[in-house]
């Protein structure tokens, strides 16, 4: 006597249901695939980018100090070189290509250098594109100045990160 009465209506409503939602995480499920594909591909393309375009590792203890004239001061790079401002040194040893990075040369505080002058280049050389490069950690100008270029770790120094060292050091100068 218990027992519901379940009318075929009811039954055929619940398949139908059933079989709609199938259907429909069929569809879903290419848009899905895609989708995972898409940012599978995109994250492998930025690693292999990334890997490309990545400066060697800072390694201190590979650190040379260079002192020579500036025969150039170049705000850009050319064309294959290393992206930011470089120098170009003579020293006793031949020319060398110092890269100050993007910031070097910018904003307040910044290494101001012109042809002519001498100065100490700290720094790691490194084999880029098949070219020697002084990848710059510090510069020491005629006057005594130090400017720092990038961290021990090889990051470049950023004009606010120059700022936020003076007002720590209490230092009525921007840098150095």
């Known amino acids: 006597m218990g027992e519901p ?3 075929q209506s009811e039954i055929r409503m619940e398949a139908s249901n059933h079989e709609s939602n199938g259907r429909l ?3 879903q499920l290419p ?3 895609c989708t995972f594909a898409v940012l599978f591909l995109l994250i492998s393309f930025s690693r292999s980018l990334q890997a490309q375009t990545r400066v060697p590792a800072h390694d201190v203890t590979q650190e040379v100090t260079l002192k020579g004239t500036v025969s150039s001061v170049l705000m850009n790079a050319a064309p294959g070189a290393i992206a930011g401002s470089h120098l170009l040194l ?3 040893a031949g020319p060398v ?4 990075g993007r910031f070097g040369l910018k904003g307040n505080g910044a290494l101001s250098v012109a042809a002519g002058e001498q100065i100490e280049a700290t720094g790691v050389m490194k084999m880029i594109h098949d070219k020697p490069i002084l990848l710059v950690r510090a510069v020491k100008v005629s ?3 130090v400017y720092t270029i990038r961290t021990e770790h090889g ?5 606010k990160a120059r700022e936020r060292a003076a007002k720590n050091t209490g230092r009525t100068e921007l840098s150095r």
């Open 5 to 7: 009465i379940v009318r």
């Open 25 to 27: 995480a069929m569809r």
């Open 31 to 33: 848009t899905r695939l």
């Open 90 to 92: 003579v020293t006793p």
């Open 97 to 100: 290509d110092a890269s100050l």
């Open 143 to 145: 006057s005594g100045d």
């Open 155 to 159: 990051f470049p120094v950023s004009p």
